[in-house]
């Protein structure tokens, strides 16, 4: 009697990729006007091209990162990178978007002012409402899981494009002085955090090029008055003395895009002598190289 061989199913190799992991990038940005928001959107654009990019602009606005969040599960993608694409990760913005994204536990107090910002979904006359303002503060809803990783800081990426700023108005380096000025935050000890990145990158910069020195400060424009004044004064100050040792001030704006706070610099320096580069960070392709390496390496993680 001849003897029946059993049947051994096995899986197709083609079909492997059906149950591989699929990445998404979560871009996060503040949003501007439409020149800035643009730049964002080309970055996106590009990243698209590798991951699957949706872009959720705000100050930690849970509608349209929810919004995102559904159009990259939508599209298939059953993992979630959120990249911030600010200057730096310390802020109440950065510490709300981490809670509203599940990447910490607790709330920070400032979320709820945040949650109140949003005027799309209900009238300003009931922005205020605290059923819509407890609606606003609730972690985005997801069912793939999100990873979040650190804003720019003091990224190689962010010495190499501040260091082609300042070239593109440099003559004579040896005479110059580049001035890195930051936004900064409001609160004093973010602020302490947001100078010590910067000093990393000063001295990267320093380390990369034969400029006469390189200083940074941050100009506070959200902070009260009192703080803002003294930003103010400090700014003015360090051109002047640098102006009254012969060299050339290259006031280079450690800014994502230009969109209102470089005119607030140059109001401040009225009446002094500096050079200003014609755009800020943006727009430039290494910013959407560093926006994918970020994603992979939180992927790898």
Known sequence: MRMLRPLIFTCPVFLAP??????GILLLAHGGDPNWNGAVLEIAKATDKVMPTEVAFGMATRRTMQEAVNKLTT????????????????SSVLDSIAYL????TNAPE????????????HSAHHAMDPSAVAENSKPVVSSAPIHMTEALNH???????????????????????????????????ANRQWLADMKIIA???????????????TVRDDAEEPVRNAATRELRARVQRLNAEGKTVLITPLLLSYGGIERGIRKRLEGLQ?????????????????????ARAEKAD
């Open 18 to 23: 059906l149950f591989a992991a699929q990445p």
């Open 75 to 90: 599209r298939g993608v059953t993992e979630i990178e959120a990249v911030p694409l600010f200057v730096s990760s310390h």
């Open 101 to 104: 994204l599940g990447a910490r």
């Open 110 to 121: 400032d979320l709820r002012i945040f949650a109140a910002m949003d005027h799309s979904n």
């Open 155 to 189: 990224h190689r990426t962010v010495t190499s494009i501040l260091l082609d700023r300042a070239k593109s108005i440099s003559l004579d380096p040896a005479r110059e002085e580049i001035l890195l000025v930051a936004h900064g935050p409001v609160d004093d000890e």
């Open 203 to 217: 001295t990267a910069m320093a380390e990369s090029s034969v400029y006469a020195g390189i200083e940074y400060l």
């Open 274 to 294: 500096y050079k200003m580069p014609s755009q800020a960070l943006l727009p430039d392709a290494r910013i959407a190289a560093w926006v994918l390496a970020m």
